[in-house]
């Protein structure tokens, strides 16, 4: 097999997701509103192709992949994050379908950018050079910006819209001037390469370190991480929530793997350097995204919050520098997405043509309507806020262990006390659902397949804290830098 055939291979998956792209664009044209269905399931089916087409051609222990002149990379990191991708956002697509139907929203349109953005994601989990991760990461960004807008009657949806673009732009500028600098010291955009010349030459240390400044205020943006998270509460509460899920779940998992390729692999021998940046970013999520969640009475708000609150405790994982601290954040980014995912998802899963539950107090009772649901709801409340026996106590348990074992402790305090801070606000939502009475009575009658979903989601959430041994060890395989 030449050269030319293997890299061929490698790009399989990211071919056959441009060619279902461009075949449901046209499809979609031709397709009357009854039958817009078949958009969805084609959009489904693709995901799952592509999954199936990751998992069966590529495999744990092969080692680094290198592509197309050390452009592209197969690795252990990029098939777990790219299954983990292809997973979440079928149920994404899944909870969506209702919920766009009941609002005249149901349009090829939002599967197409979605999976355009999930293109984006899969060649940042890849990218192995600076030009390659800003295209995939333009990609990415460009898809969210037109679905944020994505009602088109709706003003704060706009608004958010605009909001985020120019946010957007501004930090990929950033980002764009940091890999410039970089690329102007090292002459190359190899991720490899710049790694062996940065390790190589510590006679410019001033220069590097401007050049990583402006890395990690893109990389922060696109973490959504204080203090670059201006964006984070307008955007998730302005959008349509069938927007918020899929912002708020599979691009922090595309997201993290941009931070492994940029800081770890390619500028390892700045630990030192970026690690001091990552400690405030990290200290400063952990308070602000916890303490001004407390305040919120918009669950959409609260949510938005929790992410930036989520985002501290990953980089406190990448923080430690160590196998053990990368494979904790790792797991705690595949977690965090699926959480979120299920999180976004009950709102849509729970809303109806007329109505839906984006205030907290619309939450009361839920128990005496549905008490499946209210459970499913207790169980992805309890893992965000990292009660045991649920995953997210695992996750954050680790990513703190982490922390210790290279003395960092007061962070890893500093964390717990965030951490119980945080559970307040959570724990708001359980009591209203047991505890309050609801003045609406309304039967919870979800559409079949969005239910069966968010149960499979919600018990995920307690099967994978009672088991995470399986999870753990593909991510701790994957975290062979």
């Given at each position: 097999?030449?050269?030319?055939?293997s890299?061929?291979l490698m790009?399989?998956p990211?071919l056959?997701?441009?060619?279902?792209i461009?075949?449901?664009?046209?499809?979609?044209?031709?397709?009357?509103?009854s039958?817009?269905?078949?958009?969805y399931?084609?959009?489904?089916?693709?995901?799952?192709?592509?999954?199936?087409l990751?998992?069966?051609?590529?495999?744990?222990?092969?080692?680094?992949?290198?592509?197309?002149g050390?452009?592209?990379?197969?690795?252990?990191?990029?098939?777990?994050?790219?299954s983990?991708?292809?997973?979440?956002?079928?149920?994404?697509?899944?909870?969506?379908?209702?919920?766009?139907?009941?609002?005249?929203?149901?349009?090829?349109?939002?599967?197409?950018?979605?999976?355009?953005?999930?293109?984006g994601?899969?060649?940042?989990v890849?990218?192995?050079?600076?030009?390659?991760?800003y295209?995939?990461l333009?990609?990415?960004?460009?898809?969210?910006?037109?679905?944020?807008?994505?009602?088109?009657?709706?003003?704060?949806?706009s608004e958010?819209?605009?909001?985020?673009?120019?946010?957007?732009?501004?930090?990929s500028g950033?980002?764009?001037?940091?890999?410039?600098?970089?690329?102007?010291?090292?002459?190359s955009?190899?991720?490899?390469?710049?790694?062996n010349?940065?390790a190589?030459?510590?006679g410019?240390?001033?220069?590097?370190?401007f050049?990583?400044?402006?890395?990690?205020?893109?990389v922060?943006?696109?973490?959504g991480a204080?203090?670059?998270?201006?964006?984070v509460?307008?955007v998730?509460?302005?959008?349509p929530?069938?927007?918020?899920?899929?912002?708020?779940?599979a691009?922090?998992?595309a997201?993290?793997?941009?931070?492994?390729?940029?800081?770890?692999?390619?500028?390892?021998?700045?630990?030192?350097?970026?690690h001091?940046?990552?400690v405030?970013?990290?200290?400063l999520?952990m308070a602000?995204?916890?303490?001004?969640?407390?305040?919120?009475?918009?669950?959409?708000?609260?949510?938005?919050?929790?992410t930036?609150?989520h985002?501290?405790?990953?980089?406190?994982?990448?923080?430690?520098?160590?196998?053990?601290?990368?494979?904790?954040?790792m797991?705690y980014a595949?977690?965090?997405?699926?959480?979120?995912?299920?999180?976004?998802?009950?709102?849509?899963?729970?809303?109806?043509?007329?109505?839906?539950?984006?205030?907290?107090?619309d939450?009361?009772?839920?128990n005496?309507?549905s008490?499946?649901?209210?459970?499913?709801?207790?169980?992805?409340?309890?893992?965000?806020?990292?009660?045991?026996?649920?995953?997210?106590?695992?996750?954050k348990?680790?990513?703190i262990?982490?922390?210790?074992?290279?003395?960092?402790v007061?962070l890893?305090?500093?964390?717990?006390?965030?951490?119980?801070?945080?559970?307040?606000?959570?724990?708001?939502?359980?009591?209203?659902?047991?505890?309050?009475?609801?003045d609406?009575?309304?039967?919870?009658?979800?559409?079949?397949?969005?239910?069966v979903v968010?149960?499979?989601?919600g018990?995920l959430?307690?099967?994978?804290?009672?088991?995470?041994?399986?999870?753990?060890?593909?991510?701790?395989?994957?975290?062979?830098?």
């Amino acid at each position: 097999m030449n050269q030319f055939q293997s890299d061929i291979l490698m790009v399989v998956p990211e071919l056959f997701m441009l060619g279902m792209i461009c075949l449901i664009l046209v499809v979609d044209l031709f397709l009357e509103e009854s039958r817009r269905d078949l958009t969805y399931w084609l959009s489904v089916l693709t995901l799952a192709g592509a999954f199936v087409l990751t998992a069966t051609m590529f495999s744990f222990g092969e080692g680094n992949r290198l592509g197309f002149g050390g452009q592209f990379v197969m690795d252990d990191m990029a098939v777990l994050l790219k299954s983990s991708i292809y997973l979440i956002m079928i149920a994404v697509f899944v909870y969506s379908r209702p919920y766009l139907k009941d609002r005249e929203l149901f349009r090829g349109e939002y599967y197409v950018l979605g999976l355009f953005g999930v293109l984006g994601m899969m060649i940042m989990v890849s990218a192995h050079n600076f030009l390659t991760i800003y295209l995939g990461l333009e990609l990415l960004a460009l898809s969210q910006y037109a679905l944020v807008a994505f009602s088109r009657d709706s003003g704060v949806a706009s608004e958010a819209a605009v909001k985020y673009f120019v946010l957007g732009a501004i930090a990929s500028g950033m980002l764009l001037y940091g890999m410039s600098i970089l690329y102007g010291l090292s002459g190359s955009l190899d991720l490899a390469e710049i790694s062996n010349y940065l390790a190589t030459n510590t006679g410019k240390n001033l220069y590097m370190a401007f050049g990583l400044s402006f890395v990690v205020v893109g990389v922060g943006f696109k973490l959504g991480a204080v203090p670059f998270h201006m964006w984070v509460p307008d955007v998730y509460h302005g959008a349509p929530t069938s927007v918020t899920l899929y912002i708020g779940s599979a691009p922090k998992i595309a997201a993290f793997a941009m931070v492994i390729r940029l800081l770890v692999e390619s500028m390892g021998s700045l630990f030192a350097d970026w690690h001091q940046m990552l400690v405030v970013l990290a200290a400063l999520s952990m308070a602000i995204g916890n303490v001004i969640a407390i305040a919120q009475s918009n669950i959409k708000r609260m949510l938005a919050y929790s992410t930036i609150s989520h985002v501290g405790f990953i980089l406190l994982g990448i923080l430690a520098g160590t196998p053990e601290g990368y494979s904790a954040a790792m797991f705690y980014a595949i977690v965090y997405a699926i959480m979120a995912a299920g999180g976004f998802g009950m709102i849509l899963v729970l809303s109806r043509q007329g109505f839906e539950p984006e205030n907290i107090d619309d939450f009361k009772g839920l128990n005496d309507r549905s008490p499946w649901f209210a459970f499913i709801m207790l169980l992805l409340m309890f893992s965000m806020a990292g009660v045991p026996p649920t995953v997210g106590f695992y996750a954050k348990f680790s990513v703190i262990q982490a922390a210790v074992r290279v003395d960092l402790v007061w962070l890893a305090v500093y964390a717990v006390v965030f951490s119980v801070v945080g559970a307040f606000y959570y724990l708001r939502v359980v009591k209203l659902m047991y505890f309050d009475k609801s003045d609406d009575d309304t039967v919870i009658a979800p559409v079949t397949d969005a239910g069966v979903v968010m149960s499979a989601n919600g018990l995920l959430m307690l099967i994978l804290g009672l088991f995470p041994g399986g999870l753990m060890a593909l991510c701790a395989n994957a975290a062979n830098w």
